[in-house]
């Protein structure tokens, strides 16, 4: 079956640390994947679209990489902030098409 | 105008009720989407609209579930006979054409008692 996989389980870190969150999936072939961010009470917030044929993307303290071969995907944040706990969401559209299928989330605490 | 703008942020209903949730898009997005959030899940998609074709319903997850959609504009999702498993967070997006960026209103939090 088709299904997207993020880490369930809390990623807690010190201040100024990288932040590392996986995404994994499986039988999708997606033309590109996003990454949001999510707040409590609040909707998701786009962050970062990396496409399937680029290998890494860069904004500011974010980075994302995409390796189609293990149809995984990486987001790290570097110099982790107390300002960056939040539930990070990654998303594909799996048929080229516009239905974005979503994983639940894993939720990052930074610690001061 | 700012953002997707949803209401009302907050609806509690009793089982068997009917309901409808408003999204307003962004101004000149010709893309809508609805999602479904269940507590400490990720987003279940619902449906989507695209300027003047037809909605892809394919997520609906039964037919008590309905969207409208006025021209590139307002959206309704309106829920009959609503039922407990019914509770959730009903996410609206908008983005400026499909495929791009999907902007987020804050959500209906529904509660079916």
């Known amino acids: 079956s088709q299904k997207i996989e993020q880490n369930s389980e809390a990623l807690n870190i010190q201040e100024g640390k990288t932040a590392t969150l996986t995404c994994n999936y499986t039988n999708y072939s997606p033309a590109y994947l996003q990454w949001y961010r999510q707040d409590p009470g609040r909707g998701p917030v786009f962050l970062l679209l990396?496409?399937?044929?680029?290998k890494e993307k860069r904004k500011e303290r974010l980075k994302v990489t995409f390796d189609t071969t293990l149809k995984q995907s990486l987001f790290h944040i570097t110099a982790s902030q107390p300002a960056d706990s939040a539930t990070y969401l990654c998303?594909?559209?799996?048929?080229?098409?516009?239905?974005?299928?979503f994983g639940a989330g894993t939720r990052l605490f930074v610690k001061a | 105008g700012a953002g997707v703008s949803q209401s009302p942020s907050n609806k509690v209903t009793e089982k068997g009720k009917d309901v409808e949730l408003r999204c307003d898009p962004i101004s000149g997005h010709t893309a809508l989407y609805w999602y479904r959030q269940r507590l400490g899940q990720g987003l279940e998609f619902l449906i989507y609209f695209q300027g003047n074709s037809a909605p892809d319903k394919s997520g609906l997850p039964s037919d008590r579930f309905s969207a409208e959609r006025t021209g590139e504009s307002v959206s309704t999702l309106t829920i009959q006979r609503t039922q407990q498993e019914d509770s959730a967070v009903y996410l609206c997006?908008?983005?400026?054409?499909?495929?791009?960026?999907?902007?987020f209103g804050p959500g209906t939090r529904l509660t079916v008692l």
């Open positions: 990396i496409r399937e044929n680029e």
């Open positions: 997006a908008s983005s400026l054409d499909l495929g791009d960026e999907q902007f």
């Open positions: 998303a594909l559209d799996p048929t080229g098409g516009f239905k974005t299928i």
